[in-house]
């Protein structure tokens, strides 16, 4: 079991950064690929970015390419996504989340998730 939880979230105007984290405990984080996903009001969870159990692979959904950036350190069991120039469709709730597998992009293969953490962009 592992227990997830996000932090770094908050009130931004357009074109600010933003580094949201995630703090694993229960069992490292080094076993599982990670990723990280949003969902806005009214809208349904998408991917942004997941990272590979070493960190030696990354991968990006069309709208977070350039902009973001996910990074990992397992030894101690932290994920983090470097947001840039943030735009006012970036507004959502962003989650964390531990899989078993490789370098998965939907969310039903991730096996253990956080609570979230608010991002709200003002334009």
């Known amino acids: 079991q592992v227990q997830l939880v996000e932090s770094g979230g908050g009130l931004v105007q357009a074109g600010s950064s933003l580094r949201l984290s995630c703090a694993a405990s229960g069992r490292t984080l080094s076993i599982y690929a990670m990723g990280w996903f949003r969902q806005a009001p009214g809208k349904e969870r998408e991917f942004v970015a997941a990272i590979s159990r070493s960190g030696a692979d990354t991968t990006y959904a069309d709208s977070a390419k350039g902009r973001f950036t996910i990074s990992r350190d397992n030894l101690k069991n932290t994920v983090t996504l470097q947001m840039n120039n943030l735009k006012a469709e970036d507004t959502a709730v962003y989650y964390c989340?531990?899989?078993?597998?490789?370098?998965?992009?939907?969310?039903?293969?991730?096996?253990?998730w956080g609570q979230g953490t608010q991002v709200t962009v003002s334009s």
């Open positions: 989340a531990a899989s078993r597998y490789l370098l998965p992009v939907a969310a039903i293969s991730y096996n253990y």
